[in-house]
């Protein structure tokens, strides 16, 4: 599949230096004397944005920093292709996987080589925070002075889009004696800007109404335009838009998980049994929803639905006096509706599978510890990740340190789904400032799923459905009563919208070539993949009782909300190999390489997602601020809709027969 990634310099990416496939080649060739023979430096270990332009100074003194070393795996060739063999269904070893502990035995660093890194880490007076049975890489804390002194550099603060996270002024280096031992070093920031890629309805963003505060009181709407609960249920007059329409359906309140197993055809499969029974989708996120039990069964009682059980739900979380980096990383109240949205949203469609949800201390280095104790102990066949970096903005030899986990799972038979950004091209001045894929979706190595605005009928069917991108423009009442658009339409606000585009690190995968548009990918990776519900105007009802104390993690009353994002889009294709693998009584895997062999020998297999003509859209009037807005879809940055693969939903939709024909392989 050609997963060799390039060294060369990517105009978009503002000098991201792209990864090479080989780790021990980045250890060694890629790593030059540090002006002492007794040490190796790394400077694919200094992230792009932390440049003189960007240096604000020395890190405070306080702060602690979470560290990360990577090693090499011995055979990072063989691992390779052992990835691509077992995923590749016109290969002798398709679906031949190996067991962790053979993959282990066989790719990972020795138990000696391991040990050494752990003993410098240990004996520099540094604490670790985690370390898997794959021994891949040494999680672990200290000050920025400690670890300036340890790695041969100096931590200062940098401003990187609407942040300041702290990285290495120059090179990070490590004695000599252990440098081969060594292919990257973390001790940088770039990670904890990993965010769940999930939006609430009414986020419209900072510069938006104050959607969120349930203490204000509502103003009086400028149209009362009340939510439905199918596409059409309640319509509003708006001046005329597009070819002069002036009637349209309001936002949807929420669809319920009946309504998705209906729209995804899971109904009639659901009433024989075919539920995901047997199978067990695992979940990673940041931290632990303190009432996530509790409130799965609040709601599965409320929709009619089957709750969870103790054997139905189980979860490997940290206590919270173990979770760090909460600022950096929004809070344990900022991942908890995503962790409600992945397990209910998981239940909703495969309510009889099993679902682990796994916890991470932080976003960063926690979440590799998170995804290790699956991987390394084959706990899950089918892991939802929603969840995702701003862009590839992340060191060069990080990004490969996080590729090897991914080649164990491929080469283990376990499938990564992986959400593909909530910010279309991250092209905004507040994101990154130019066009790029969000990493770890824009891996050849994941499934990226990608994001749609899907209508559902009265009678549970799909009405339309389009790209997820959302542009508002606010609706205006004048002086003498009549209405009109603050703006020409769509207006000029971007509220959210599907990830995709061509990566900057990644050269094209075979098993892309041919499918995704020479053009369009240039020589590199596309994402996403696949596609399915994202927008919140067309989105999903949970019920949570939020944090409202995230330094006690006390909760409040259970609420309805109603979410959107890639980050549901994703738990929704998992769950649905979930239920194609109970019904064909197979193992998936790394799905990709089938995925597009079923597009090449089947062209309309997916549901191809395509530009609307006139463009869709919907009324919503805020119930707090009264400020209406129409809706339009399918306004997703530069990322455009298409015939056939487009950046914005990937192959398409899927749906039982096409994961049907994917979960048969090569027959």
Known sequence: MAFRTTRTFHKRALGIIATTSAVVALSLAGASAAGAADRVTYAGSVPAWATAANDAGAAPAT?????????????????????KAVSDPFDHSYRKALSPQQWINRFSPTKADFQSVVNFITAAGLTIQGVPDSRQYVVFRGTPDQLGSVFGTSLHSFTHGDRTLIAPASAPSVPASIAANVSAISVEQSRTTTRPDSIKQGDLGPTGDPQTSRKMAAAAPVIDAPCSHYIGENTVTVPPAYNGQTQYSTNNCGYTPQQLRSAYGLNDLAAKGVNGTGQTVAIIDAYASPSILKDVNSYSQQNGEPGLTNSSYQQLVPKPGEFTDQDLCQQPSGWQGEQTLDVESVHGIAPGARILYVGGTDCSGGLDIAMSKILDNKLANIVSNSYGNVGEAVPADVIQGEVNLQLQAAGEGIGLYFSSGDNGDEAAPTQ????????????PWVTSVGGTSTAIDKNGKIAWETGWGDQFDQILKNGNGTLSYMLPLPGTRFVGGAGGGVSAVFAQPDYQRGIVPAALAQGK?????????????????????PIVDDSTLATGDYINETYGGTSLASPIVAAQIAIVQQATHSTIGFANPTLYGVKRILPNAFRDVQPQNPPQALVYTSKISGNSYLVTMDQDTSLKTAKGYDDVTGLGGVSFD????????RH
Do not use: H, M, N
Request: hydrophobic share 45%; aromatic share 10%.
């Open 525 to 545: 990776r596309v994402s996403p993949d696949v596609a399915a519900l994202a927008d919140p105007y067309t989105g999903f009802q949970i019920g949570i009782r």
């Open 432 to 443: 990154l400032g130019y066009a790029s894929p969000d990493f770890p979706a824009s891996s």
């Open 63 to 83: 702060a602690t920093v979470q560290g990360e070393i990577y090693l090499p795996l011995r055979d990072q060739k063989g691992a390779e292709a052992l990835a």
């Open 658 to 665: 096409v994961l049907g024909w994917v979960a048969q392989g």
